[in-house]
T-cell receptor
Framework: QQQVKQSPQSLIVQKGGISIINCAYENTAFDYFPWYQQFPGKGPALLIAIRPDVSEKKEGRFTISFNKSAKQFSLHIMDSQPGDSATYFCAASSGGYNKLIFGAGTRLAVHP | DAGITQSPRYKITETGRQVTLMCHQTWSHSYMFWYRQDLGHGLRLIYYSAAADITDKGEVPDGYVVSRSKTENFPLTLESATRSQTSVYFC???????????FGQGTRLTVV
């Protein structure tokens, strides 16, 4: 039972391009939607997060778009750089214990 | 050093042996979590804890045991290791619900 579905599994983008990763969820009780970035050999680190009372959040080159009615949210990376090459995970949580349910991950490669 | 640390970083064990993975955080965060990361599955929650002496099961708890006698420590024990438990294990902590979860560097466990 995968409550958070993430696509694509892998993504190749040219330097300066836009990277787009999509996630869909099923549980309407989810109320917190973070994106985590993971480099090889490291633990995931929070990139950006959104709550369902807003439709978009932007931090630098990273933007989350959130569509509550469609139960979807996406990460856009503008002006993608080789240093952005990593695995990205969307996640969602609800309730009182911050139990994050993760998507399967997207491996992003930004070519120079 | 401040942060969250896991030990050991790498472990090879035999089927049927008991093995304990350690997790220590210095922030006095209330919430702590254990995840396993497997290709194609993202990160799956094994157990979580809302405070000392309060623990509960996540998505994939079978074969694992946790304890939390002190706020800063959250060890994970595999009672009788199986090959299917070969994985990368991540410990995480967060201060409150729907706030950033900080992950350790991970423990790569191989069961032979």
């Amino acid at each position: 039972q995968q409550q958070v579905k993430q696509s694509p599994q892998s993504l190749i983008v040219q330097k300066g391009g836009i990277s787009i990763i999509n996630c869909a969820y099923e549980n309407t009780a989810f109320d917190y939607f973070p994106w985590y970035q993971q480099f090889p050999g490291k633990g995931p680190a929070l990139l950006i997060a959104i709550r369902p009372d807003v439709s978009e959040k932007k931090e630098g080159r990273f933007t989350i778009s959130f569509n509550k009615s469609a139960k979807q949210f996406s990460l856009h990376i503008m002006d993608s750089q080789p240093g952005d090459s990593a695995t990205y995970f969307c996640a969602a949580s609800s309730g009182g214990y911050n139990k994050l349910i993760f998507g399967a991950g997207t491996r992003l490669a930004v070519h120079p | 050093d401040a942060g969250i640390t896991q030990s050991p970083r790498y472990k090879i064990t035999e089927t049927g042996r008991q093995v304990t993975l350690m997790c220590h955080q210095t922030w006095s965060h209330s919430y702590m979590f254990w995840y396993r990361q497997d290709l194609g599955h993202g990160l799956r929650l094994i157990y979580y804890s809302a405070a000392a002496d309060i623990t509960d099961k996540g998505e994939v708890p079978d074969g694992y045991v946790v304890s939390r006698s002190k706020t800063e420590n959250f060890p994970l024990t595999l009672e009788s290791a199986t090959r299917s438990q070969t994985s990368v294990y991540f410990c995480a902590s967060s201060e409150d619900r729907n706030t950033e979860a900080f992950f350790g560097q991970g423990t790569r466990l191989t069961v032979v």
